[in-house]
């Protein structure tokens, strides 16, 4: 079996008003218990001017059953599984200090060739490394990423800037702050009077330092929808869907 685990404490950084953990910091502790499972078998960040590859996020899919609070210690479980020849699914449960499931995740990754940029194949030798099971955390028929499109009208948008603080080591914005454009655009009551305990992400066209984007948001099919896009709408840069 190949399945990882690691012990988090929810830190001030963490939390939102008031004091539950946020939206954001769930991720970012998905993100570290990804990286530090591959680092275990020697597959990491460390390792990739040897390997000359990187792990590349196409999407997430979140589900909050009891937001925890300020403090609580969080177990977390994570695993790799439906591993195909350029794509490969990883899986998170969290439990709290009860032993309590209180948050499920599924996230899916490309391998790109750091040199030349383009997708590879994952090599056999890796995937037995990581050894992928076939257990999901959310039920088989909601196992996959939704296929999230495009709105043909919008309710409002705002633009955005992308500053230095929000670059990552590839030169491109890092994942979690696609969460926070999309908080960004959606109107003040709707923020304020939700807390999103399902959330999804699709990103599609990476966004790249001073670059200028427009985050159009949209209520339709009882979902909160944001649409990341290039200024001349040219480019979708991601999609976000809160319910």
């Known amino acids: 079996m190949g399945y990882f ?12 008003n008031p004091n539950y953990l946020s939206n954001k910091a769930i991720l970012a502790f998905f993100e570290n218990i990804g990286s530090y499972h591959s680092d275990s078998i020697n597959f990491g960040l460390n ?21 925890p609070l300020y403090g609580d210690k969080l177990h977390i479980v994570t695993w790799a599984r439906n591993t195909e020849k350029f794509s490969t699914y990883r899986d998170y449960e969290v439990y709290n200090q009860n032993n309590e499931l209180v948050i499920i995740g599924t996230s899916k990754w490309v391998l790109v060739n750091t040199t030349t940029g383009k997708l590879r194949p994952i090599p056999e030798e890796i995937i037995k490394l990581y050894c992928p099971d076939t257990k ?13 499109t495009d709105s043909e009208h919008y309710g409002t948008a705002c633009t955005c800037t992308v500053g230095r603080s929000q670059i990552d080591l590839n030169n491109h914005m890092h994942n979690l702050y696609y969460l926070d454009m999309a908080y960004e655009a959606l109107p003040e009551e709707v923020y304020k009077n939700n807390t999103f305990n399902f959330f999804e992400i699709t990103y599609k ?39």
């Open 47 to 67: 390792e990739i001017p040897k390997t000359k590859s990187s792990w590349v996020l196409l999407g997430w899919k979140v589900k909050v059953l009891k937001r």
């Open 205 to 243: 066209k990476q966004i790249r330092l001073h670059d200028a984007v427009k985050c159009y948001y949209v209520f339709e099919e009882n979902t909160h929808k944001v649409v990341i896009k290039s200024l001349d709408d040219k480019k979708t840069h991601a999609i976000i869907v809160f319910k």
């Open 136 to 148: 999901t955390a959310f039920p088989p028929e909601e196992a996959l990423l939704t296929k999230l």
């Open 5 to 16: 685990e690691h012990d988090f404490e929810i830190g001030l950084r963490d939390v939102e």
